[in-house]
Every structure is written in C-alpha cells, then in structure tokens.
C-alpha cells in the first residue's frame, strides 16, 4: 500500500515538476540507500524516511527539492549547508543533482538516520 502511494507521488511529481522528478529520485536513492530498514510512505505531500524512527522527507517544489530534517537542529552542520532557524527542523534545498554531492548530502542522511534512532531508543 505504502509503495503504491510512493509510486502514484512521484508519478504526479513528473507530470508537475518534471524538472525536480530526477533530483528527487537521486535523493531518494541515496535515502533508501542508507539500509534495508529504511521505510518510506507519503505524508504531508511528500515522502517521509524511517528506519524505524522517522528522520527526514524529501519534498517536490517548482524550483528545488527540500530535504527537511525534523531533527535537524542537532546536526553538526560541518559544512555548513543546513537552513533553518527554527527550534527543530533545518534542511537543504536542492536544485542541481551536483548539490547531491556538493552539499554532502550522504553525510547529513546518515547523521540524521543514527541520531533520530538513538535518541527514540532513549
């Protein structure tokens, strides 16, 4: 059920935003590809990541895709890349598939996925 919601997303976010369709893929990859036990389903029109405990959504917007850290004011930001102010969440914004690289985002995935985890176990 989950999966068929993910796929009818980004099947919408090709026919609506085919510019950021790829960048979104990319950055779902480098997601999924963080383990086996990363989860995702559709919520809050995008594609919330788990594994088990929730750490980050990727979301599809006409200029750019917003990786969102609901976490992620306690991310050592190393690289100084992170946005936000608020209290909580900080992401990135994504417009190139070289900002996959250049803005470290494997790095900051895995951050998120470890501290999300280890401080629901808590």
């Known amino acids: 059920m989950a999966e068929d919601r993910v796929h009818q ?44 405990q929730p750490f980050c959504g990727l979301f599809a917007y006409t200029q750019h895709v917003s990786l969102e850290f609901g976490d992620g004011a306690q991310l050592p930001d190393a690289f100084k890349v992170l946005e936000g102010a608020g209290k909580q969440r900080r992401h990135l914004k994504l417009r190139t598939v070289e900002d996959l690289t250049a803005k470290q985002v494997s790095h900051y995935l895995g951050l998120a996925c470890s501290i999300s985890n280890s401080q629901k176990r808590q």
């Open 9 to 52: 997303l980004l099947l919408d976010i090709k026919q609506h935003h085919p510019e950021q369709h790829g960048l979104l893929q990319g950055a779902r990859a480098l997601v999924l590809g963080l383990g086996r036990d990363v989860r995702e389903e559709v919520k809050y029109g995008g594609i919330l990541f788990s594994a088990p």
